[in-house]
């Protein structure tokens, strides 16, 4: 029997633990959320860790600009850092065309670094220090937990070696005694590649890529891919279908990965407010 890895059942889990954690604090944690010009799918997912925040009893704010300058933002970021009832910062990506997305980054304190993507934190990340983790490929590894605890000795290939879900994947993988592929899209044979690994981790964004000949009998797969259909419904860059029987277990698309990246901003929000107030 394949076990579907239910990212939307494990997603609330982990935030019933938060909304009781964050009673026990001496305030709410505090989330500043930037989003930067008019990209629609970024509006829609800044309005979900919003409303995920205030659940949690997380307290959230939005600065939202149509337009920004870099020095606008910098100067932004600025205040935030200084300011001591803020505990986690976010900026939204993509950024708009014209900012500087690794200055703007890197201008962010690391301690209130929720998405991990810091090189300071991303460096602590190589050298397994305890950092802020990337909140997708967190978010993957606690679904691929759930499927088998002890990973060490299996191969896995993540494919797409984004800084913010491709990079920390292989990264965690690696961590956790796997030997791990870094594939993208200049690797020879993916196909091929894939069919050695015991786990699969797609981050392409490209509608149902990976085919059910590409799985190997028993594996884990994990879907970070959100890609619209012409007909308008949603899917993964796995063809889930084909690929369901061949597996151990797969996320779907929607509710696989997706509720678990916001999950996963929400613990890393009062992590560093425990981390910055000693708690
Ligand atoms: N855009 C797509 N995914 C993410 C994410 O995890 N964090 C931020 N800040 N922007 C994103």
Known sequence: MTLLLNGFELAKQCR??????IKTLPRAPRLAVILAGSDPASAVYVRNKE???REVGIE???YRFESITQKELL???DSLNKNTDTDGILVQLPLPE???EKEILQAIDPAKD????HPLNLGKLMIEEPAPIACT???????????RQNLTGLSAVVIGRSVIVGKPMAQLLLKENCTVTAAHSKTKDLPELCRKADIVVAAIGKPKMVKADWIKDGAIVIDVGINRLKDGKLCGDVD???????CDAITPVPKGVGPMTIAMLLENTVEAMERRLSL
């Open 16 to 21: 019933a633990a938060l909304s009781e954690k």
């Open 51 to 53: 409303k995920a925040a």
């Open 60 to 62: 959230s704010a939005v």
């Open 75 to 77: 100067t932004l970021i």
């Open 98 to 100: 014209g900012l500087d």
């Open 114 to 117: 929720v998405d991990g993507f």
């Open 137 to 147: 490929p967190k978010g993957c590894l606690k679904l691929i937990h759930l499927a």
């Open 240 to 246: 889930f279908e084909a690929c369901f029987n061949k």
